[in-house]
């Protein structure tokens, strides 16, 4: 398995970061609390053997807040991952983190020992761990299995004194990007850019080129790659997402804009 992981970098109260972790997982520092999108751990999904370490480690996470699950697939929702986050969180500070789903996801968290499980739809926003947080749309879908398909799925834009974070979860190129850029603004777009071949992939997926796309039309101010690398869900080369995601940007002049981060790397906001 290729990389290796690290120390979480920590910044001050006031200060917002996202670290990648591999994946579509991310550790956020925003507003004070210390959020995981998507955290997947785990080295094996069913057939998929992970392809690259996770940045972090969860016995080297701060105890977290708040954690994030955009939808329900394996490689989003890994429940031995979510149980090691909890007990890892209990053991620093006495009590669980908050969790976050969307609509027809909570059973599969709800007796884990989270200590507050809530729900959302497209544009609903919570208060959660003091921050705002507003499900947005994606163009994917949310069945655990095959038949749970009245399951919810979606994205997050995390806001916090200024400090404004979008993580799309899993989603094809569909004119959303334009009105969720409208609407709440994000500074920070964690956008996906594997799983785009072959063609009818694209469904549920953006290529790296339809990634940047998006990006622009949502007018945020960086964008950090991610769900490619780690597993091998699409048939394209595994370097290839990169490459293309490089070469995008810079016929269109916003190199400087992407920041690509290897596992465990943080970028500060």
């Given at each position: ?72 697939h394996m490689d989003h929702l ?71 398909t009245h399951r919810h799925y ?116």
């Open positions: 398995m290729l990389g290796h992981s690290r120390p979480a970098e920590l910044v001050a109260p006031g200060e917002a970061a996202a670290t990648f972790i591999g994946h579509s997982s991310f550790f956020l520092q925003i507003g004070g609390r210390n959020v995981l999108i998507d955290p997947v751990f785990a080295t094996r999904l069913v057939v998929l053997r992970r392809q690259r370490r996770p940045g972090l480690r969860i016995d080297e996470i701060p105890p977290i807040d708040l954690v994030l699950v955009t939808h329900a890994n429940i031995a991952s979510l149980r090691r986050i909890i007990r890892s969180t209990r053991r620093q500070r006495g009590r669980a983190p908050e969790v976050v789903v969307p609509h027809g996801v909570d059973d599969l968290v709800s007796q884990l020992g989270f200590r507050r499980v809530s729900t959302l739809k497209w544009w609903q926003t919570a208060e959660a761990a003091d921050l705002r947080i507003t499900m947005t749309p994606c163009r994917h879908w949310g069945a655990r299995m095959f038949k749970d979606g994205g997050y834009v995390l806001e916090s004194g200024g400090h404004s974070i979008y993580h799309s979860g899993d989603t094809a190129y569909f004119d959303g990007f334009a009105e969720i850029g409208r609407r709440l603004a994000p500074k920070v777009a964690m956008l996906p850019i594997g799983a785009y071949f072959p063609d009818t992939y694209r469904s549920v997926h953006t290529s790296p080129e339809e990634a940047v796309r998006g990006f622009v039309e949502l007018g945020a101010k960086w964008m950090i790659p991610m769900h490619y690398g780690t597993f091998r869900l699409g048939r394209e080369p595994m370097d290839e997402p990169l490459q293309r995601l490089r070469s995008e940007a810079r016929r269109l002049g916003i190199g400087d804009s992407v920041k690509v981060l290897e596992e465990g790397e943080t970028l500060r906001l």
